[in-house]
Every structure is written in structure tokens, then in C-alpha cells.
């Protein structure tokens, strides 16, 4: 039987068994998520267990939500779907949380031991926001029409088709006329300016 999550728990009680859990959190419940969001519709839910590993208490579980951001690429609106695996532990202090090694992911208790249930998933939440916002598929980004005109650009020529006749053939030419001056030893001399001093009478 999966019982409901209450808004403030003691960690430590909750593990004593091995009952699972579930809680149903709207979006907007988020204060600093929902300022990363286009908007703060929709709702978090998640499913898990306590246990204790040696001194700590761990919570581990699964969390889905659908963020709702905007395309960095179309700057459109586009959702990003969350769902994933956590675990969690529970840190007394936050001395005792930066103590822990980097494997696990510690969050810090109030000073009765205690914590509210927004601030146990939020940091994780925000983990799960991508670097950049952008549609999986092309085909559904509005920037995909844009693309594929540039494409389509890039991809014709420049020159109309007798345009593009006229500079093959003037091209062809240039090549011709290289290869006569290669062959009668013409191509690449240059005028010796000296030359104009041969018809000059110094005397």
C-alpha cells in the first residue's frame, strides 16, 4: 500500500519500515524552479522508500514531471519531459552534508530534524532543467522551416543557367590560354624594369 507523503516529516520515522510513498506537488509550489519555466502549469509526481544505510537515512525513488520552456532555437514553447531516478540522503548539518563523499547526494534537515517536502525534491528538480532548451525533434521546431530553406539556399547555384554556361566556358578559356604560355615559356615573366635604360644615351 502506497501511503501519501506528509508536508513536514522526520526522515528517520519514515524508515523504520519499508512502506512506499507517493506525492502529487503542483509546479507552481516551486518558488525557484518556477522562475526557470515559461510557465509554472503542471505537477510533479513521485514515487519512493526510505531506508538507512549505517548512520544516514537514504530516500530513493522515481520523479516525472513536464516542464513547460521556451525553444532556444525557435523561441517557441516547447515541453521537456522529466523522468527519472533519484536517491537522496539526509544530512543532519551542512557540515555534515559537504563531509559526504561526492557519490551521494545529500539534503540538509531543519533544526528539528525535520524537512518539508517541496524542499526535499526542488534542488533535484532544477538538476533536471536542460543547459539548453531546445526541441528533440526538428521536425517539430518552428526554426525547421528556416533551416531547411537556408538549405535549399546553400545547396543552388549562384548563377543563372546561362550565366553559369558563360562562366564554365570562361573558365575553360583561362585554363587554355595557361597552358599556351606554359608551353612557349611566356607565363610568369615579368618585365625587367631596368630594360627602359638600354634606350637611354648617357653619353
Known sequence: MVKPTPTRFNPDLLARDS???SVNLPLAQFSRLREMLLDDSGEMHATFRFSRRKQSV???GTLKATYRLQCQRCLEPMEHVVDEQFQLVFAKTAEIA???PDSLDPVVLDDHGQIHVVDLFEDEMIL??????MHTQIEECNANELLLKADE?????????????????????QKNEQGENEQTGTAGKRKNPFDVLKNLDLH
Open 19 to 21: 512502506t512506499p510513498y
Open 128 to 133: 533536471y532543467l536542460p543547459n539548453s532548451a
Open 58 to 60: 537514504l530516500v530513493s
Open 153 to 173: 539556399l546553400g545547396n543552388q547555384s549562384l548563377f543563372k543557367p546561362e550565366e553559369r554556361e558563360q562562366s564554365e566556358q570562361e573558365s575553360e578559356e
Open 98 to 100: 559537504e563531509d559526504m
